[in-house]
């Protein structure tokens, strides 16, 4: 089973904004989400498009290219066209660091 | 007593309506009424993705097949609604069945039209609208050789786009000045224009088609100045008609479409429509508008349902349409009509740059190339009608968020 693994300093992550780590096993991205962080997969469930240039609004992810609209705190999607949730990962935070639970 | 709940149309805005109906709790019967062969599909990536290859029809679906057997959704495909009773509440369908139904949504959508010129009906020239409309494009696709695009709107210029894509020599012609710039004015339709002649697509503007020649199938094109464009195919990209013929012969009130209220409620007790077939008049100057967009026809579709189940907020999505065109994302929100200002936030002849179309002061509508994010702050603007200062607006250093906020 993989571990958590070391990203970024947690002060790094502002509320609103996408940070994306192309890592070996997942492109991975991280946001703050009305102050909790969000770990989630690079690619839209609906046609793989970047969510690098995602909206966040409070606890809600938009898709930038097709308007899907996500829950952050599930995965869920609450608006089409997705249909598929959006894979969250596991964070915690460490000594100031961002560790995120890979698959 | 169950009651049934008849929509018209499997398209996404008949589709979404379905899924809603299911997912709001309703335990009635939902039967779904299609002319074509598929199940509700996206019908965007038709001239993007589809036509290109590079997604097949099933990756298009609204839901898979099985979704409908699951959700008890009755799927009637490949047979078309040929009568409508209200005072009966009742449906004909081609197959011979009848359908009564207590309440009746009408998502009837539109045809692509074609050119009324000789040999505007010959092999080889094509409309695109349906996967089987695209399937047929892009056979000739593959053949290669070169492309005549006529009309530059939105399908026409991501027709091209793909053709070009794929290899093809492609050249468009446009009766207008530019491309898209009835909708979009001439600042940004010679954006357009740059972006594909910069992908090697020849432009013929301010020229018609007035005739297709061929013996077995389209092989050249005369066009309004007398030239003659040797072609292996045309794509003919001017527009839809919406499919009202079922709503007419009811009696139904029409409008340039099935006039709606903000319920998606039409002239006809129980009668509901929405999609593409669907005209709402507008708030300010109240002219019925249709709008065409898939967006619209997902999240009118879904009102709708809500509406057929008792809800009564009233329909105020902004209007939002993206368009993919070689390497840009094109992406516009609000609503078209009359602008007394254009606003550039960028460099108008940069890769990213967006156009805000203002009038008496507020933004009415946004064009984002490439940036998203700039469409999507837009439509908070636009729907709530804020007072914009021009300068700030052009600043790319200012968050649309905090604008009016």
Known sequence: VSGFVDVCDAEEVVEGEVLSFPLDSVRLCLTRADGVLAAFDEDCTHRRCSLIDAEIDGTVLICPYHGAEFDLRTGAVLIGPATKPLPLYETRVVDGRVEVRLP | ?405
């Not at chain 2, 001439?186 to 061929?214: Q, Y």
């Not at chain 2, 009202?244 to 319920?263: F, N, P, Q, T």
């Not at chain 2, 009038?359 to 908070?380: E, F, Q, W």
Request: overall charge negative.
């Open chain 2, 1 to 405: 007593v169950t009651r049934t709940f008849a929509i018209v149309g499997a398209g996404t805005a008949g589709g979404s309506a379905a899924i809603t109906l299911r997912a709001e709790g309703f335990d009635g019967r939902v039967v779904l009424i299609g002319d074509e062969a598929h199940a509700p599909y996206e019908r965007p990536p038709l001239s993007k993705g589809f036509l290109q290859g590079d997604e097949t029809l099933d990756e298009l679906l609204l839901r898979p097949l099985a979704f409908y057997a699951e959700q008890d959704i009755d799927l009637r495909l490949d047979d078309p609604a040929t009568a409508l009773d209200p005072q009966a509440r009742r449906l004909a369908l081609a197959s011979g069945e009848a359908v009564r139904y207590d309440a009746l949504l009408l998502a009837t959508g539109g045809r692509a039209r074609r050119l009324r010129v000789p040999g505007g009906e010959l092999p080889g020239v094509h409309t695109l609208r349906t996967a089987r409309d695209a399937e047929r494009l892009r056979l000739d696709l593959l053949g290669g050789g070169r492309a005549i695009v006529v009309g530059l709107g939105f399908i026409g210029c991501e027709a091209a786009a793909s053709l070009r894509g794929a290899g093809l020599d492609v050249v468009a012609i446009e009766p207008l000045s530019l491309p898209l710039v009835g909708a979009l004015g001439p600042e940004v339709g010679a954006i357009v224009a740059e972006l594909h002649r910069a992908n090697g697509v020849e432009l013929v503007l301010g020229e018609s088609v007035v005739e297709f020649r061929g013996a077995e199938r389209v092989d050249s094109v005369l066009t309004s100045s007398g030239r003659v464009i040797p072609c292996d195919f045309a794509v003919v990209g001017v527009g839809m008609d919406p499919a009202v013929e079922l709503a007419a012969a009811a009696g139904i009130a029409l409008d340039g479409g099935i006039v709606v209220d903000e319920h998606c409620r039409t002239s006809a007790d129980g009668v509901y429509a929405a999609g593409d077939v669907a005209a709402r008049p507008d708030r300010e100057t109240g002219r019925a508008l249709r709008v065409e967009h898939w967006q619209n026809a997902l999240r009118e579709g879904a009102h709708a349902a809500r509406s057929m189940l008792g809800a009564t907020d009233p329909y105020d999505e902004v209007p939002w349409f993206w368009s993919d065109q070689y390497d840009r994302n094109i992406q516009y929100t609000g609503f078209h009509g009359p602008w007394d200002e254009l606003v550039f936030r960028g460099d108008p002849g940069a890769e990213r740059v967006s156009a805000f179309y203002l009038k008496d002061g507020t933004v009415r509508a946004c064009l984002a190339i490439n940036s998203p994010r700039d469409a999507r702050r837009a439509a908070r603007l636009i729907r709530d009608r804020v007072a914009v200062d021009a300068a700030a607006l052009a600043d790319e250093r200012t968050d649309l968020r905090a604008l009016g906020a």
